[in-house]
């Protein structure tokens, strides 16, 4: 098994970055899909950014241009957020795709959630 933790939110004035990351507790064979999500209060889960076999990566058109998505080689997700708005506060989770051996299927993790909160 394998568990995904989430550091680096907090509390930043509008303007203001923060850089999350999502560690996972062992490495994968494969990832196949990396991904950060968001759920604002009352409101539902949406994706903010995915990163598809380290190729094809698409943004949420409302943080286009602000936040970043990568991977570093220890099996690390980041998402690098600038330029936050007030409407960017949201708990922040993590979601991996990927195989832990060649003869297990990809399977769906999820990190616990990091809250991100933005206001003056």
């Known amino acids: 098994q394998v568990q995904l933790t989430e550091s680096g939110g907090g509390l930043v004035q509008p303007g203001g970055s923060l850089r999350l990351s999502c560690a996972a507790s062992?490495?994968?064979?494969?990832?196949?899909?990396t991904a950060w999500y968001r759920q604002a209060p009352g409101k539902q889960r949406e994706l903010v950014a995915k990163?598809?076999?380290?190729?094809?990566t698409t943004y949420a058109d409302s943080v286009k241009g602000r936040f970043t998505i990568s991977r570093d080689n220890a099996n690390t997700v980041y998402l690098q957020m600038d330029s936050l708005k007030p409407e960017d506060t949201a708990v922040y989770y993590c979601?991996?795709?990927?195989?832990?051996?060649?003869?297990?299927?990809?399977?769906?993790?999820w990190g616990q959630g990091t809250q991100v909160t933005v206001s003056s």
């Open positions: 979601n991996i795709i990927g195989q832990l051996t060649p003869t297990l299927a990809p399977r769906d993790y």
């Open positions: 062992r490495s994968f064979f494969s990832i196949v899909v």
């Open positions: 990163s598809v076999s380290d190729v094809t």
